[in-house]
């Protein structure tokens, strides 16, 4: 229901908010939706999530980060035949 309310990219915005309540929510929202299938996923990306949760867990401190860094994990299933840089990233960027 909340994909076909076509909350995306406007969703992407709140991860700018100056609440950081907020910007976590949004981050585990993105999160539960792109664990679902790759579909979903393919459309988070599509829509420019990568680029806004890498922001958000790099403007973040803490483990307020984990749900995009969770979600970058889900989003790179389907992209790792594709985009392997992100799977290396992910991995510089959190070791």
């Known amino acids: ?9 406007a969703v992407l915005a ?20 792109a664990k679902h299938t790759p579909e979903l996923a393919q459309l988070i990306t599509n829509a420019g999530g990568v680029g806004a949760v890498v ?4 403007d973040s401190k803490g483990n307020v980060r984990l749900p995009g860094i ?3 994990g ?9 985009s392997p840089c992100l799977l ?3 991995r510089e960027w959190l070791c």
């Open 55 to 58: 922001d958000y867990i790099n």
């Open 70 to 72: 969770m979600m970058l």
């Open 14 to 33: 709140c991860l700018k908010d100056e609440d950081e309540y907020v910007k976590k929510n949004v981050a585990t929202l993105i999160r539960e939706i």
């Open 74 to 82: 889900y989003v790179d299933r389907p992209l790792r035949k594709h």
């Open 1 to 9: 229901m909340v994909v076909e309310a076509e909350i995306f990219p």
């Open 88 to 90: 290396l990233f992910l």
